[in-house]
């Protein structure tokens, strides 16, 4: 695999190789032994928008596996003041091993990878999230032991998590589920994709989409970059929360999963975080595990 732009250029089995890896990697860290694959090598981190978990996970996961993480705030690097994409892939190219990128655009992610001659990983754009739902796919064959078959629900924006979870669920043979406000859908050409290759809705109508639902999936009703609509959307969306009514209509043991961060009380309500505190806090943490197999696979 020479990068991670988005997960439309995967196929099912190369998910489930990165996913077969992050388990045996995330086995061997409880059991102390770590592998120095990725001795004497740097990954770059650029970061345009804030992060907690992808920051703190990629920069953990490279020093596991014998590297060194060096984080990029666009602000400080001279990206930031205009400098253009095709420039910086070829300097950092010369520097580095691998770069993730957390931005704005995905134009910007397939830039650097066209323009650079290294491994490039999408660490998030308006987009897609790849590196996530890697991380939740994880977690869902965790705690249900399968993922074929599963149905999982969306509940709020058709945003870049929206978007990635459709194409790599539908990819290893999960249906999804939409439900959005009208004028919040997921991208047109990722829904017409996910019809013609799996069982896809795309809904207004909440209860009909978390129907019988294995998964419940939310996020935030505002995306970094877009907090001036933040009021606006918290009319739109006001109907899309994950509360205890949600949550009944999908089936009894049905997991409830989020990317975090969270914001109580809109797209979820506090009592049904914590009640899946447990299956949110694997995610989060498999965000390492699924990590450090995709920088073995792309940077090894
Ligand atoms: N879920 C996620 O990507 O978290 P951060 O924004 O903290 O990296
Ligand atoms: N949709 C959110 C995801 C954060 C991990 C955002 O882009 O801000």
Redesign the pocket.
């Known amino acids: 695999m020479k990068h991670l732009l988005k997960l439309s250029d995967l196929s099912k089995e190369e998910i489930i190789e990165i996913l077969d890896l992050a388990d045996k990697l995330k086995k061997e860290r409880k059991e102390g032994i770590d592998h120095p694959i990725l001795k004497g090598k740097t990954l770059g981190m650029i970061f345009t928008k804030?992060?907690?978990?992808?920051?703190v996970s990629f920069e953990t996961g490279m020093y596991q596996l014998g590297g060194t993480a060096m984080f990029l705030s666009s602000r400080d690097i001279q990206l930031g003041r205009g400098e253009p994409i095709c420039d910086t892939a070829r300097v950092l190219s010369r520097y580095l091993d691998g770069i993730m990128i957390r931005t704005f655009d995905q134009s910007d992610v397939e830039d650097l990878a066209k323009y650079g001659s290294i491994p490039i990983i999408n660490g998030?754009t308006d987009y897609a999230?790849p590196c996530?739902v890697l991380a939740d796919l994880q977690t869902i064959r965790e705690h249900k032991g399968k993922l074929e078959g599963l149905k999982i629900c969306f509940v709020g924006d058709g945003n870049n998590m929206a978007n990635s979870i459709i194409v790599g669920c539908i990819k290893v043979g999960m249906s999804v589920a939409i439900a959005c406000p009208d004028n919040y859908k997921p991208d047109v050409d990722i829904m017409k994709w996910a019809s013609e290759n799996g069982e896809f809705l795309c809904t207004s109508n909440i209860a009909e989409a978390v129907k019988d639902a294995d998964v419940v999936y939310t996020d935030v009703w505002a995306s970094m970059g877009q907090e001036d609509e933040a009021e606006k959307r918290k009319i739109a969306f006001k109907d899309y929360c994950v509360n205890a009514n949600t949550m009944s209509y999908a089936k009894n043991d049905a997991m409830v999963l989020h990317?975090?961060?969270a914001h109580r009380g809109e797209e979820i309500t506090a009592e049904v975080l914590e009640a899946h505190a447990n299956e949110i806090f694997d995610e989060a943490e498999n965000r390492l595990h699924a990590q450090k197999a995709i920088l073995v696979k792309t940077m090894a």
């Not at 804030?50 to 920051?55: A, D, E, I, W």
């Open positions: 804030s992060s907690t978990r992808t920051r998030l999230h996530q990317c975090l961060p």
